[in-house]
């Protein structure tokens, strides 16, 4: 697989988490842009979070200053740090990658390669 998620877990609303993505040798010559997405019980997948090969970065409005998206290349991973946790955060979060530039708004047909998902579960 080109791209490996892990780091899911359970949390108090409020709390913090951090999802982490590792790629692939392939994935990291390849791709210029990596983007995190969503998956919750009330919306379609939602890109909430991409980063370019400049380290420029771009969040939806609902995460904008609650999460964070660094990467390591030495290390192949890309991170997504959740702060300010909330119930509606919960849902399944996938990492994906993509050759072009990273689209604003972060729209998941553009995208080709996904790992498979790791669950995030917030409590009240």
């Known amino acids: 697989a080109q791209l490996v998620e892990s780091g899911g877990g359970s949390v108090q609303a409020g709390g913090s988490l951090r999802v982490q993505c590792v790629a692939s040798e392939y994935a990291l010559s390849n791709y210029h842009c990596m983007s995190w997405f969503r998956q919750t019980r009330e919306k379609e997948r939602e890109g909430i979070a991409s980063i370019n090969e400049y380290d420029i970065t771009y969040y939806a409005d609902s995460v904008q200053g609650r999460f964070t998206i660094p990467q390591d290349i030495a290390k192949k991973t890309l991170y997504l740090q959740m702060n300010d946790l909330k119930p509606e955060d919960t849902g399944t979060y996938y990492c994906?990658?993509?050759?072009?530039?990273?689209?604003?708004?972060?729209?998941?047909?553009?995208?080709?390669?996904w790992g498979q998902g790791t669950q995030v579960t917030v409590s009240p």
């Open positions: 994906a990658a993509r050759s072009g530039q990273c689209p604003r708004p972060i729209i998941n047909d553009y995208f080709r390669t």
